[in-house]
């Protein structure tokens, strides 16, 4: 139902990420551009997703993949240049989520113990094999079931604690610092891949697969799916990310956990609940790749069968050892949220949508309307050049500042 599919939206937008969005989007932007980012950023997303979601019965079939539906209207180069795109965002967006598994981790053992003996990129390892472990257990989405409640229950910890202990710490606290940090080249940079993040929390680059499950009529029933997310799903992701930057001003860390204070077993709790959704989501953004390499090399039937065991240990295995490295050489999460947003969620999201639709519509559209999706086009072509350069620059200082396999 259109329920359910906006449920599904909602819990997406209110993952773990929401922990980072405090330090990553509104430090640099501060209030006002924080705040008038983020409904923009709500806008725009509604807007360019309900292009893409009008597309699903486009020429008279039903287009289940965002590539399926790319190569219909373009051909077959669309159609892989759309794969890869996708794939591409959907490994950085692992990454991330590798990343904050391993904040998790690392923000419990500081709670217990203060050492500094054990560095992040060990919790991220630690995270990786949990990641492994969970994607041999469960073989498709349809096997997560039960997992899907647990992690919209893990949701709701993290969230409600994070709030909760920001807005004490925020009637606690003396006044807190929110100036911008002084206009100069590298401002200028944080403040463009601030505006990659502000793309990113909303996007997911894959609505047409989602969108595929959905009942008839498939079209309404998406946009009210859609309608629902954007209003009333985005609540607990502006409540926390609002929350956690009045409190702690521009001292507020990419992940908001760190900064809170209140008793030891609360904060594990939300720890905890933070490092276990943060598994079952990467499993799901992971699935379309499992999917392929399963397709791919003929694995079906039991999943127990010692061929298509043996097989999720070393391919998915492989796979996420990859991410974890990943993770571990460069555990920028900010900058990996910017480089996400950049080099796909950008193009797929909104340069595609906007084109696709402009493509599909043509013969319909007014030469005001024809003139409006080529200024979208344009502009979000040059926000995904100048975000991708800023991501790069980003991470390349940052790399040089604490080296890789840095301890954050």
Not at 10 to 36: C, F, Q
Not at 217 to 223: E, L
Request: hydrophobic share 50%; proline share 3%.
């Amino acid at each position: 139902s259109w329920f359910q599919v906006g449920f599904v939206l909602t819990t997406g937008i209110n993952s773990a990420y929401v922990l980072g969005y405090s330090g990553t989007v509104m430090v640099p932007l501060g209030w006002t551009g924080g705040v008038v980012g983020l409904i923009l950023a709500t806008a725009i997303s509604l807007y360019a997703n309900s292009l893409v979601a009008k597309l699903h019965e486009f020429g008279g079939k039903r287009h289940i993949r965002y590539r399926d539906l790319a190569g219909y209207i373009y051909g077959k180069k669309a159609y892989s240049l759309t794969w890869g795109l996708q794939y591409v965002n959907l490994f950085m967006i692992n990454v991330g989520y590798i990343i904050l598994a391993g904040s998790a981790l690392k923000a419990i053992y500081v709670l217990f113990r203060d050492d500094n003996d054990m560095k992040l990129p060990y919790f991220i390892v630690i995270s990786g094999v949990a990641c492994v472990l969970f994607a041999i257990a469960v073989p498709h989405l349809s096997a997560l079931r039960i997992w899907l409640a647990f992690s919209t229950f893990f949701t709701l910890v993290y969230i409600v604690v994070g709030f909760a202990l920001s807005l004490k710490d925020g009637i606690e606290a003396p006044p807190r610092d929110y100036n911008i940090p002084e206009s100069n080249v590298g401002s200028v940079f944080t403040t463009i891949g601030a505006a990659a993040n502000l793309v990113f929390a909303f996007n997911t680059g894959m609505l047409p697969e989602i969108q595929a499950t959905v009942k008839q009529p498939v079209v309404k029933n998406m946009m009210k799916a859609l309608y629902f997310q954007f209003t009333v799903g985005v609540l607990p992701m502006y409540a926390i990310t609002f929350a956690g930057y009045w409190a702690y001003g521009s001292n507020t860390s990419a992940y908001l956990l760190n900064n809170v204070n209140g008793p030891i077993w609360v904060k594990t709790f939300a720890n905890v609940s933070a490092f276990l959704q943060t598994i079952i989501a990467l499993h799901i953004f992971a699935s379309p790749m499992y999917e392929y390499l399963d397709t791919k090399y003929g694995i079906k039937g039991s999943a127990l069968a010692l061929k298509n065991l043996a097989f999720r240990i070393t391919v998915r295995g492989g796979y996420l050892a990859l991410i974890t490295f990943v993770s571990a050489l460069l555990p920028f999460l900010g900058d990996f949220m910017s480089l996400t947003g950049a080099v796909s969620t950008f193009p797929l999201t909104f340069i595609l949508a906007n084109h696709m639709y402009l493509v599909a519509k043509k013969n319909k559209l007014t030469t005001l309307q024809k003139t409006w999706h080529w200024l979208n086009v344009i502009f979000f072509g040059c926000m995904s050049v100048a975000a991708a350069v800023s991501a790069l620059r980003l991470i390349a200082d940052h790399s040089s500042t604490y080296h890789v396999f840095a301890d954050l």
